[in-house]
């Protein structure tokens, strides 16, 4: 167990609709990161927050957004969603502000776009 | 052509044998480098990490070398067991990266009792 959580493990929606995935970091953690993991594109960088700022971008799609709140804790919405969002997104912690720190990934959610 | 999906290279080995899963990285600005285990169903768990200025990093049964000269990375685990089997990530990242993690493709490692 790595001490980061998500939920909710499983998600099964429509296309068009639109989900929150919520993800709670290691205590003590202040950088979240979020990754896409699809079986055509493998393990994809999505976005990273520090301390409730913004610090990077991947190539997430603009109908994607994330926050991170103040208890640091982080949510990442997908809205208008396609058949192709189908994927596992994990989200990731580390303790400080990113570069040469290990992240720690929760269990991921699973998303299935009927 | 069309991308039907991820063909993962494998490698089989026999329980009590070495493995060593090798991975090419992509940037040479890339200073510090995991090894994430994937069991089916998981999320990626830490295994070990390497900085740039070291070129071997040994774990409890793990090992890391570092060859920056032609950008390779591989990862041995000496007696693999049953449990090591799983897929097995390599990942780059570089001070001025901010923790954007680039991974490999993966390599399943199936491990015969």
């Known amino acids: 167990d790595s001490g980061v959580t998500q939920t909710p493990k499983h998600l099964i929606t429509a296309t068009g609709q639109r989900v929150t995935l919520r993800c709670s970091p290691r205590?003590?953690?202040?950088?979240v990161y979020w990754y896409q993991q699809s079986l055509d594109q493998g393990l994809q960088f999505l976005i990273h927050?520090?301390?409730?700022?913004?610090?990077a971008k991947g190539n997430i799609l603009e109908r994607f957004s994330a926050q991170q709140f103040p208890d640091l804790h982080s949510e990442l919405n997908l809205s208008s969603l396609e058949l192709g969002d189908s994927a596992l997104y994990f989200c990731?912690?580390?303790?400080?502000?990113?570069?040469?720190?290990?992240?720690?990934f929760g269990p991921g959610t699973r998303l299935l776009v009927l | 052509g069309e991308s039907v999906g991820l063909h993962l290279p494998t490698l089989s080995v026999q329980e009590g044998d070495n493995s060593i899963i090798n991975c090419a990285y992509s940037?040479?600005?890339?200073?510090?480098f995991i090894w994430y285990k994937q069991e089916s169903g998981k999320g990626p768990q830490f295994i070990i990490d390497?900085?740039?200025?070291?070129d071997k990093r040994q774990g409890q049964r793990v090992t890391v070398l570092l060859n920056k000269t032609v950008k390779h990375l591989s990862l041995q685990i000496a007696a693999t067991q049953p449990g090591d089997s799983a897929v097995y990530f390599c990942?780059?990242?570089?001070?001025?990266?901010?923790?954007?993690?680039?991974f490999g493709q993966g390599t399943e490692l199936s491990v015969k009792p």
């Open positions: 990731a912690s580390s303790v400080g502000a990113g570069g040469q720190e290990t992240q720690y």
């Open positions: 205590s003590g953690d202040l950088s």
């Open positions: 927050y520090y301390n409730g700022e913004e610090r």
């Open positions: 940037n040479s600005a890339s200073d510090y």
């Open positions: 390497i900085r740039s200025n070291m």
């Open positions: 990942a780059e990242d570089s001070y001025n990266q901010g923790g954007k993690l680039i």
